[in-house]
């Protein structure tokens, strides 16, 4: 059973064009952390939200924590080509040792 | 700093080899994780070192042996592979293995080819 469910699984658009990817669970995370990851790399953090309703921006990319802390969205605008990748939103358990990484959504953006 | 480094970034090895994956941190973090990830999947836990003890092991089976020598340095030792374990590993730490930011940081990995 997979704890995180992130959709689309997989999304190409044009350049210029602005997307949204979901992150979403029934548990209830401590923090959640958003990272991308290009091919035969290992994963880069984008961003750790921790608060319920919290809202970061990163540039042209926003990322939001539900009020509940059980889900969260990233949003890009104006996508660029070098922001291909394979986004994966990952999320700790209060009193779990490890991180439950999300299922993942393959980003192609086409110049 | 928020590096972690690994290496070697690439490791080709035969089914009776005995080889060694080394991870390593000065970020004075004390927990550190080992990951397998396959194509197009996102990473899979395997272990976790909490203060230089093991503290988790996802049911990896025991041709994989980790080891944290100290709280910088995290080695997974590799005996009688099989091509299945073919994957690239993944070495991660955060300040500590439970905790409301529990952020993880990784290492670029060793892609793992085993013949």
């Known amino acids: 059973t997979q704890l995180l469910e992130q959709s689309p699984q997989f999304l190409s658009i044009q350049e210029g064009e602005n997307l949204t990817v979901y992150c979403n669970s029934s548990?209830?995370?401590?923090?959640l952390q958003w990272y991308r990851q290009e091919p035969g790399e290992g994963p880069v953090l984008l961003v750790t939200?921790?608060?319920?309703?919290e809202v970061k921006k990163l540039k042209r990319l926003t990322f939001q924590f539900g009020d509940a802390r059980k889900d969260s969205s990233l949003h890009i605008t104006a996508a660029q080509p070098g922001d291909t990748g394979l986004y994966l939103c990952?999320?700790?358990?209060?009193?779990?040792?490890?991180?439950?990484f999300g299922t993942g959504t393959r980003l192609t953006v086409i110049p | 700093d928020t590096e972690v480094t690994q290496t070697p970034k690439h490791l080709v090895m035969g089914m009776t080899n005995k080889k060694s994956l080394k991870c390593e941190q000065h970020?004075?973090?004390?927990?550190m994780y080992w990951y397998k990830q396959k194509a197009k999947k996102p990473p899979e836990l395997m272990f976790v070192?909490?203060?230089?003890?093991?503290?988790i092991n996802e049911s990896v089976p025991s041709r994989f042996s980790p080891e944290c020598p100290n709280s910088s340095l995290l080695n997974l030792h590799l005996h009688a592979l099989q091509p299945e374990d073919s994957a690239l590993y993944l070495c991660?730490?955060?300040?500590?293995?439970?905790?409301?930011?529990?952020?993880?940081?990784f290492g670029p990995g060793t892609r793992l080819l085993v013949l």
């Open positions: 991660a730490s955060s300040q500590v293995a439970a905790g409301r930011e529990e952020t993880q940081y």
């Open positions: 548990s209830v995370f401590s923090s």
């Open positions: 939200v921790v608060t319920g309703g």
């Open positions: 990952a999320g700790a358990l209060r009193g779990a040792n490890n991180l439950f």
């Open positions: 970020m004075g973090h004390r927990a």
């Open positions: 070192y909490s203060y230089e003890k093991l503290s």
